[in-house]
């Protein structure tokens, strides 16, 4: 069974461009969650979707965006970058979403560099 | 003040020897543990996972919940170079609010040597 997959894995962008980061689940996983990675504040929680439906959101900027598709393919967006941006950003896809616990499977991630 | 405090490390042990691994965390809402493995330029893998307080014991690993002390553990017997990784701690509530949000710490960066 193929693995989450994030693409494209490395991206440099300047400040002030957009850039969007695409996810593909487990086969048959319909939720995905994406994380940002940075040596200071660690890993953190951006946002949650399911069937289509962003069903949580961590503390970031409204400048950070996502959407889910139909085959539950995920996309986040970032605008207006900053170099506080540059990260590592994870996602990480799970069968479904709910109260109770669901293994999250993460992706390799796409290491974004802004200048 | 985080909610969930992990010692950055870094730590080096030689081959053979126990490691403990340890997270303290604030939020008493937390009910779903775990740790993850992360190697270079890759992302988070599941090592265990553990539901409220008590032992969950998997090959040279063991997980320990008290969560009437707010504090985790992740032991790893006999430790193996290719353990060598990032190891990150981790939570979740249960709730509308924790809808496929986990809460991590910094991460231990472990070094095996042979």
């Known amino acids: 069974k193929a693995g989450v997959t994030q693409t494209p894995r490395y991206l440099i962008k300047t400040r002030g461009q957009q850039v969007t980061l695409s996810c593909s689940p487990i086969?048959?996983?319909?939720?995905v969650s994406w994380y940002q990675q940075t040596p200071g504040q660690g890993l953190q929680f951006l946002f949650e979707?399911?069937?289509?439906?962003?069903?949580n959101k961590g503390n970031f900027p409204g400048r950070f965006s996502g959407r889910q598709f139909s085959n539950s393919r995920s996309e986040m967006n970032v605008s207006t970058l900053e170099l506080g941006d540059s990260a590592l950003y994870l996602c990480?896809?799970?069968?479904?979403?709910?109260?109770?616990?669901?293994?999250?499977?993460f992706g390799p991630g796409t290491r974004l560099t802004v200048l | 003040q985080k909610e969930v405090e992990q010692d950055p490390g870094p730590l080096s042990v030689p081959e053979g020897a126990i490691v403990s691994l340890n997270c303290t965390y604030s939020n008493s809402a937390f009910q779903y543990f775990m740790w993850y493995r992360q190697y270079s330029r890759k992302g988070p893998e599941l090592l265990m996972y553990t539901y409220s307080s008590g032992n969950k014991e998997d090959g040279r690993f063991t997980a320990q919940v008290d969560k009437s002390s707010k504090y985790i553990s992740l032991f790893i017997r006999d430790s193996q170079p290719s353990d060598s990784a990032t190891y990150l701690c981790a939570m979740r509530s249960a709730g509308g609010t924790s809808y496929g949000k986990l809460t991590f710490g910094q991460g231990t960066i472990l070094t095996v040597h042979p």
């Open positions: 990480a896809s799970s069968m479904t979403s709910g109260f109770s616990y669901n293994e999250q499977f």
């Open positions: 086969s048959g996983h319909r939720s």
């Open positions: 979707y399911f069937s289509e439906t962003q069903r």
